[in-house]
């Protein structure tokens, strides 16, 4: 079956800088990598897609790049802020299967 | 407009009682999906709905766990004589039927089985 693996350590980073979490998958490649972000009591909530034909994407402050040959993800925020705090998911989608599996996420803590 | 709503927000039961869980989706979001979160785990599949037909019942855990969705909207996810390793986040998110990928959760509803 699928695995996802993410940092299970929280990365501790300082405000301004640029944060960069890992998401590695194990098995077949997805159509769709997808980033979530998780505040504690909340719901994930959606924030970037990538297709598998795709190398990178950006909105705003965001980056994902997806590489299908290393079977990795890198999730980037630039000039972190402290609202930016929070836990991120990555997710994979395969089509035919209709469902996202996630990994357990990486607790982010940007300090001021 | 509005996202997905969930009820209730917290819910603390007895072990061997049964529950309901409810979730609204977004309006004209035909695919529904329920997802349960225990702690320091991600997200593990339950079910999907298209419409109010499941092809997808097989993250259920146990005949224990049954849902239903009715006019292609709200659904119901009950769990009979709950256990305590049932206590968990359950989360409800929703779709596009043609972005089934792109997933809108609600905030989810806390069990919590004594």
């Known amino acids: 079956s699928q695995k996802i693996e993410q940092n299970s350590e929280a990365l501790n980073i300082q405000e301004g800088k640029t944060a960069t979490l890992t998401c590695n998958y194990t098995?077949?490649?997805?159509?769709?990598l997808q980033w979530y972000r998780q505040d504690p009591g909340r719901g994930p909530v959606f924030l970037l897609l990538?297709?598998?034909?795709?190398k990178e994407k950006r909105k705003e402050r965001l980056k994902v790049t997806f590489d299908t040959t290393l079977k990795q993800s890198l999730f980037h925020i630039t000039a972190s802020q402290p609202a930016d705090s929070a836990t991120y998911l990555c997710?994979?989608?395969?089509?035919?299967?209709?469902?996202?599996?996630f990994g357990t996420g990486t607790r982010l803590l940007v300090s001021p | 407009g509005a996202g997905v709503s969930q009820s209730p927000s917290n819910k603390v039961t007895e072990k061997g009682k049964d529950v309901e869980l409810r979730c609204d989706p977004i309006?004209?979001?035909?695919?529904l999906y329920w997802y349960r979160q225990s702690l320091g785990q991600g997200l593990e599949f339950l079910i999907y709905?298209?419409?109010?037909?499941?092809?997808?019942k097989s993250g259920l855990p146990s005949d224990r766990f049954s849902a239903e969705r009715t006019g292609g909207s709200v659904s119901t996810l009950t769990i009979q004589r709950t256990q305590q390793e049932d206590s968990a986040v359950y989360l409800c998110?929703?779709?596009?039927?043609?972005?089934?990928?792109?997933?809108?959760f609600g905030p989810g509803t806390r069990l919590t089985v004594t």
């Open positions: 998110a929703s779709s596009l039927w043609d972005r089934l990928y792109e997933q809108y």
């Open positions: 309006s004209g979001h035909t695919a």
């Open positions: 990538i297709r598998e034909n795709e």
């Open positions: 098995n077949y490649s997805p159509a769709y």
């Open positions: 709905f298209q419409g109010n037909s499941a092809p997808d």
């Open positions: 997710a994979l989608f395969r089509g035919g299967f209709q469902k996202l599996v």
